[in-house]
Nanobody
């Protein structure tokens, strides 16, 4: 049974930081491209950042220089370090694993507000 479980979301003030984690099980994690996506109310789900099995990364322009994606193949986990958070970053953040097919987590809410 494949499981992707996100954690670390919450309420943070503008300019603050959060780290999201996605713990996985049931997949050969090391061969998967892992990604973080987000969906704000009324918007489509969008790519935030992704990291390939080889460690190559790709970021949305809106988060470049503020967010960092990383993976720990020994722990089957992918993290998203988010700095300098802005109210526009408010969304539900989803973890996705891709290798021929996609697996999604259930999402974690991030709210940036004063």
């Amino acid at each position: 049974q494949v499981q992707l479980v996100e954690s670390g979301g919450g309420l943070v003030q503008p300019g603050g930081s959060l780290t999201l984690s996605c713990a996985t099980s049931g997949i050969t994690f090391s061969i998967y491209t892992m990604g973080w996506y987000r969906q704000a109310p009324g918007n489509q789900r969008e790519l935030v950042a992704e990291i390939t099995s080889g460690g190559n990364t790709n970021y949305a322009n809106s988060v470049k220089g503020r967010f960092t994606i990383s993976r720990d193949n020994a722990k089957n986990r992918v993290d998203l370090q988010m700095n300098s958070l802005h109210p526009k970053d408010t969304a539900v953040y989803y973890c996705k694993g891709h290798f021929f097919r996609d697996y999604w987590g259930q999402g974690t809410q991030v709210t940036v507000s004063s």
